[in-house]
């Protein structure tokens, strides 16, 4: 799947941004589309991100009660529509 | 016997409850992936029962190695006919995260007719937080029973040992409704599920996250991450001192005691040397190991390890390595062995194999006493900026920073070599637990079974290569001379091996027996050099060096070798274990020891160089 015109990438994601999960890019394995949906980012889920930490280290993210770190290699593959209340959004 | 499986998500609590239930003292943090292991122990209440412990995983489909073997062993449990029943574990203050999984063990289970209980555990900051956790609900679309626990307050532990008592006099039928429901209906089930009958609200990610943005802000986070590793450092050298002190007057007098009241002389000889001096030798860096191993213990109970890991992941890439990575690093500062257990929490084969790299770099407490030595005997004591630093502390402190930085150099190009492999390497993903206050209990009993541990393990080797030191400098002329013993001998035969380093026979002869344990080092010179309790009292072994004339050269040579060489049989019967092959080991030895010896050569030389330089 490519990054549709009216998603993000949850790499993308500002502090406070939410978005709820589209689906996964194509360079996403298996194993971790699978892996990512059991630890919550199923397509309809809203996800926020908490954190954005400088120096290109991994950001920080809510889903469900449970909070999660994802570097750039994963995160970039997995798309979002942002919600109404996110500033800037498309949609 | 009856078994029963304990399985769960990772930092779910899961090894706290098996302790609770068993009365045994897992290792527990707040870290995901710190039960690396099955065990296994009899029941408190039911000794005729063994609880099984299982290595927390997310998923019953696993992505890794580790969780491949976690996943198929409770498969073959399942199948066991002495396994009557299966305890799930779930945080109930995340329940989706938990439920997916749980909804996958419970269709497992039903399909091998096993009965399963669910521990909703952690319904003490449930219940504290007045949170809603509809349990009732929840069993009754589960079928199964859900208990409300809490390992750190022992609540609900009684309802459970009921609730397996009588699963075991009963033969229920556990055939049930999901044991032909595919994985996707099960991740719908558990969200909904979780949704309905979980805790509402964010009152405790809110909380985390106020912790969060002070600990990974760029700036407050990486000042307090450095504030946090100088106080770790400083509790190695600084917190430990009036311990080591303590535990180094009470050999010596209790030697200077005994000593005199052996007729023998071959025998006080032996117990003067041998006996103190070699089991001081390592005694007295208990105290280190402990103080360390309770430090890094306060920090994953807190959960701050894991931001660390966060922190560090950007800069560890740089050189092959993963965030993951970093706590198997600083527990290797501690000791390489619980360091290469701790490196399967990194789930990528490459990134871990390039842990198992840094790890025997990592400054470990072994190499401490050498060091001591090296520096005591080396490095004026004088201070600097107005008193504030000592010599001799910057040159621990670079000793230190100079092993670690070839770990980061190894990694590096050994990652570049095979960047070709690095298309394998699993993406950053973890769990950021939430902020907890310490248990001091179980942070308590692993470092007591850590420092227990040391004794127990090091110290017979470190005690058989003191013996035999012994013997090989004592006979055949009852210690005489030194030089003419066989320890003699055999010195001035290896002695070319060493001249490059500018050592005679004596350092190689200690350079040897340390490859048993670095620590030997200290021991083996100072019974070659005729002192007792050399490692208790370095000053009087710190004199013979200095008047031996040995160059300074050699010593900072000594001081390199020591950083580099991986002298440590435990850690390469450990690495083999590990690794999967014995090959990996052997590669390392070797390497370390040639860069070691090659870079110890370097040193010498560019230093006697500018030395004959500075003084012409």
Same mark, same amino acid.
């Given at each position: 799947m490519k990054l549709p015109e009216h998603c993000r990438a949850l790499w993308a994601l500002r502090e406070g941004d939410s978005g709820v999960v589209e689906g996964f890019g194509d360079n996403i394995s298996e194993a971790y589309r699978i892996r990512l949906m059991e630890f919550g980012?199923?397509?309809?889920e809203t996800v926020s991100c908490l954190l954005t930490p400088g120096v290109g280290a991994p950001h920080v993210y809510r889903v469900s009660n449970t909070v999660f770190s994802l570097d750039e290699?994963?995160?970039?593959h997995v798309y979002l529509r942002l919600t109404d209340s996110t500033s800037g959004s498309p949609s | 016997m009856n078994r029963v499986l304990l399985i769960g998500s990772p930092n779910s609590g899961k090894s706290s409850l098996f302790n609770r239930l068993t009365g045994l003292h897992q290792r527990v943090a707040n870290?995901?992936?710190?039960? !690396?292991d099955v065990s296994a122990g009899p029941l408190?209440?039911?000794?005729d029962v063994e609880l099984v412990d299982f290595p927390g995983t997310y +998923?019953?489909?696993?992505?890794?190695s580790e969780e491949a073997v976690a996943v198929e062993y409770f498969q073959r449990s399942l199948a066991?006919?002495?396994?009557?029943h299966v305890l799930c574990v779930v945080d109930a203050t995340r329940l989706e995260k938990s439920l997916y999984f749980t909804l996958q063990v419970i269709r497992e289970s039903q399909r091998h007719n096993k009965t399963v209980t669910v521990l909703a555990n952690m319904t003490d900051i449930i219940t504290r937080n007045d949170l809603r956790f509809d349990d009732q609900g929840l069993a009754l679309q589960l079928g199964a029973p859900v208990c409300r626990v809490s390992?750190?307050? +022992?609540?609900?532990l009684e309802a459970v040992i009921d609730r397996l008592r009588m699963s075991l006099i009963c033969d229920d039928d556990?055939?049930?409704?999901?044991?032909?429901?595919?994985d996707a209906l099960l991740r719908g089930t558990a969200h909904q599920l979780a949704n309905r009958y979980g805790p509402k609200g964010d009152l405790l990610v809110r909380r985390q996250t106020r912790l969060d943005r002070f600990f990974l802000h760029t700036v407050t986070g990486g000042v307090a991450f450095f504030a946090i590793m100088l106080l770790l450092f400083q509790s190695i050298f600084t917190w430990s001192a009036p311990v080591m002190d303590a535990v180094e007057t009470i050999i010596t007098t209790v030697g200077m005691a005994v !000593?005199?009241?052996?007729?023998?002389p071959i025998l006080a000889d032996f117990t003067a040397d041998a006996l103190f001096g070699g089991i001081g030798a390592f005694l007295v860096f208990v105290p280190q190991i402990f103080v360390l191993t309770l430090v890094i213990g306060i920090l994953e109970d807190t959960g701050y390890l894991a931001r660390a890991a966060l922190i560090c992941h950007r800069p560890l890439k740089l050189f092959?390595?993963?965030?993951? +990575?970093f706590i198997p690093m600083l527990s290797g500062v501690a000791c390489a062995i619980p360091a290469i257990y701790a490196?399967?929490? !990194?789930?990528s084969p490459r990134q871990r194999l390039m842990t198992y790299l840094a790890i025997p770099l990592?400054?470990? +407490?072994?190499?401490l006493p050498v060091y001591a030595l090296l520096i005591a005997t080396f490095i004026p004591s004088g201070t600097v900026f107005f008193g504030l630093l000592g010599w001799q502390g910057i040159a621990m402190f670079a000793i230190y920073f100079f092993g670690m930085f070839v770990a980061l150099l190894v990694t590096g190009i050994v990652s570049r070599l095979t960047h070709?492999?690095?298309?394998g390497d699993l993406p950053f993903v973890l769990e950021l637990p939430p902020y907890r206050t310490p248990s001091p209990g179980p942070i308590l009993r692993n470092a007591v079974n850590r420092s227990r541990h040391f004794v127990t393990k090091a110290g017979k080797v470190i005690f058989m290569v003191t013996v035999v030191v012994w013997i090989l400098g004592y006979f055949p002329n009852q210690g005489a001379s030194l030089a003419d013993s066989w320890l003699g001998i055999m010195g001035r035969f290896i002695e070319p091996l060493f001249q490059p380093l500018g050592l005679d026979w004596r350092y190689g002869v200690a350079i040897l027996s340390s490859?048993?344990?670095?620590?030997v080092f200290v021991g083996t010179l100072g019974t070659i050099f005729g002192i007792e309790d050399a490692a208790d009292n370095m000053l009087p072994l710190v004199d013979q060096i200095q008047a031996s004339g040995l160059p300074l050269g050699s010593g900072l040579a000594l001081l390199v070798f020591f950083a580099i060489a991986l002298q440590c049989v435990s850690t390469v019967a450990i690495l083999s274990r590990e690794a999967g092959s014995y090959k990996v080991a052997l590669k390392m030895l070797g390497g370390y020891l040639v860069i070691a010896y090659a870079m110890a050569v370097l040193v010498f030389n560019v230093t006697e160089l500018l030395v004959q330089l500075g003084s012409a």
């Open positions: 980012f199923h397509p309809g290699d994963i995160s970039a | 870290y995901p992936g710190i039960t !690396v408190a209440a039911m000794p +998923s019953l489909r696993p992505i890794s066991d006919p002495q396994v009557r390992a750190k307050t +022992s609540a609900g556990a055939t049930g409704k999901w044991a032909d429901t595919p !000593v005199p009241l052996i007729g023998n092959g390595l993963t965030g993951k +990575s490196a399967r929490a !990194v789930d990592m400054p470990c +407490s072994a190499r070709k492999e690095a298309a490859f048993l344990a670095r620590e």
